[in-house]
């Protein structure tokens, strides 16, 4: 299948790219700089996401582009990426994220309406409505925390918190579902070929506060785990933040042949 991943120098995009490539598509990858031999392309702007998609003429748009800082990307972006994928009849899956949920102690529904309390949660919660209306056949795959390699921000955030090399600590009180970005990648993948429409949450099965996840991974990189700083969201005083953003994916798990695995198993760690 030919395959057009938005965002193929990122550490999801580069993980669905080189899945899509082992399994036998033919695929095509954007980063913004033409880095990595994939194309150039800022989806910002309309004109240049058409003109890339009608030469390349995918069968599947995966689109994981994206900047937390900024709407133009996450949500105009997103609707340029939809508009050109629709224009080509080409399958989309669109990448979205547990931001878009406000926080709450029971965990979310596939479809539970977005109550974003970020900026980047609302840009993301409007990429949603807008790739739905351009293409109600699309997959939305809402995800959480993505964990993996050293290209994980996570996993990155965790190292330079406990080596010192970064200021910060991690919350005790902040639990998300991360997921590795194999499985999420090889799940996007086969969201692509079975014809899901609509919302869909692909995230780990275990809840963990962001100080448990920092951890892990400092075990896995051989750190200390207590040299991981950490602090309550109140004593991190960066003002109201959700707790607990926790996606139920038992959708997902029922319908996928990829295991959702937890970070531990995913990490190695015992
Ligand atoms: N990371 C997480 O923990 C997490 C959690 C929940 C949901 N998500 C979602 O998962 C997806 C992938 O996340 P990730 O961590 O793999 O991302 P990432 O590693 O930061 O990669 C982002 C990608 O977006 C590209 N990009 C940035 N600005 C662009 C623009 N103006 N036009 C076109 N492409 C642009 C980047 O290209 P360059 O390399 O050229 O900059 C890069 O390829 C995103 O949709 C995000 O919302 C992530």
Not at 52 to 60: A, E, N
Not at 174 to 193: F, N, Q
Request: hydrophobic letters at 45%.
């Amino acid at each position: 299948m030919r395959t057009l991943v938005v965002g193929a120098s990122g550490h999801l995009g580069g993980e669905v790219a080189r899945l899509a490539s082992t399994s036998g598509a033919e695929v095509h990858g954007t980063s913004t700089t033409g880095a990595d031999g994939w194309s150039r392309l800022d989806i910002t702007d309309r004109q240049a996401v058409h003109a890339l998609v009608s030469r390349v003429r995918p069968q599947l748009v995966v689109n994981t582009a994206y900047r937390a800082d900024s709407w133009a990307i996450c949500a105009d972006g997103a609707a340029h990426v939809a508009l050109a994928a629709a224009e080509a009849g080409a399958r989309l899956v669109h990448v979205s994220t547990d931001a878009v949920h406000g926080g709450r102690p029971e965990p979310y529904a596939d479809d539970a309406p977005p109550t974003p309390v970020y900026r980047y949660g609302a840009a993301k919660a409007a990429a949603e409505t807008a790739v739905a209306a351009i293409d109600p056949a699309a997959a939305l795959v809402r995800t959480s925390l993505i964990v993996g390699d050293e290209r994980s921000k996570q996993v990155q955030l965790a190292l330079n918190l406990t080596t010192g090399r970064t200021g910060g600590a991690l919350f005790t009180d902040e639990y998300r579902c991360p997921i590795d970005a194999t499985d999420l990648a090889a799940a996007i993948l086969e969201l692509a070929e079975n014809g899901y429409s609509g919302l869909i949450n692909v995230a780990g099965p275990q809840p963990l506060s962001r100080a448990d996840l920092g951890r892990l991974v400092a075990t896995r990189h051989g750190l200390d785990p207590a040299a991981v700083p950490v602090c309550t969201i109140a004593e991190g005083g960066m003002g109201p933040r959700p707790g607990r953003i926790l996606l139920d994916s038992s959708r997902a798990t029922g319908l996928l042949k990829t295991p959702l695995r937890t970070v531990r198993e995913a990490l190695g760690v015992a």
